[in-house]
């Protein structure tokens, strides 16, 4: 069965701090897709990144930087620096296989509280 | 930019009232999704529609029905609504495919008294 656990519930930093937030997926599919989401307090999530299985180069966008690594199934998340804005609810997902479905299986967030 | 839109962010029913919460985007996707969303559990599919009138069942459609009678249309029923469907709700959609990302509405927060 496929499942994604984001096993930090909550984590609070303080402004300027760096914090991963973890994801571990199971799959048995070879092909699959991964992502994340932010939510920030207004509610609407926002798509951050996509990650197919079959690239594992790590990627950076600005303070943002996530770790693939396929022999451990996980799909982290590092904020450097961290600020205020960045105070959200994280979500990890996984494409649902078999199948093209375009389903998504998603963990059960990160709460996210950076103190000024 | 892709534009998913709910017809409420906030409404309050009474038990055992019909209750109808809208969805429209603007970007041709084909696939519509609903959630619902409570604390510690995460995003929940209740159900998904990959075509006009068609429509599966999500991991949670007790309780539940929808309805797409035009693509950019998804509509979520609660027939008969109860105090534990009190929670977020999202709408969001995509492209086919296991590639797309999805993209989500602004949320609809329930509350049925």
């Known amino acids: 069965a496929q499942k994604v656990t984001q096993a930090q519930t909550e984590i609070s930093v303080v402004e300027k701090e760096d914090v991963t937030l973890d994801c571990v997926y199971e799959?048995?599919?070879?092909?699959?897709?991964l992502f994340w989401y932010k939510q920030p307090p207004s509610g609407e999530l926002v798509f951050l990144i996509r990650?197919?299985?079959?690239?594992?180069q790590n990627e950076i966008s600005g303070r943002y930087s996530w770790n693939f690594q396929k022999s451990t199934s996980s799909f982290n998340f590092t904020i450097t620096a961290s600020q205020v804005v960045d105070s959200a609810v994280y979500f990890c997902?996984?494409?649902?296989?078999?199948?093209?479905?375009?389903?998504?299986?998603f963990g059960q967030g990160t709460t996210l509280q950076v103190k000024p | 930019d892709v534009k998913v839109t709910q017809s409420s962010r906030y409404l309050v029913k009474r038990t055992g009232e019909k209750v109808f919460l809208e969805c429209v985007q603007d970007?041709?996707?084909?696939?519509m999704f609903w959630y619902r969303q409570d604390p510690g559990l995460g995003l929940r599919l209740i159900y998904f529609?990959?075509?006009?009138?068609?429509?599966e069942k999500g991991d949670i459609p007790e309780g539940y029905s929808v309805s797409r009678e035009k693509k950019e249309r998804f509509s979520l029923i609660l027939e008969s609504a109860s105090t534990n469907q009190t929670s977020m709700y999202l709408c969001?959609?995509?492209?086919?495919?296991?590639?797309?990302?999805?993209?989500f509405g602004p949320g609809t927060r329930l509350t049925v008294t």
């Open positions: 529609s990959y075509d006009v009138k068609m429509k």
């Open positions: 997902a996984l494409s649902e296989a078999p199948g093209n479905t375009g389903k998504l299986i």
């Open positions: 970007m041709d996707h084909e696939n």
């Open positions: 990650r197919n299985s079959f690239d594992e």
């Open positions: 799959t048995r599919d070879t092909t699959y897709y």
């Open positions: 969001a959609s995509s492209s086919s495919g296991s590639s797309y990302e999805q993209y």
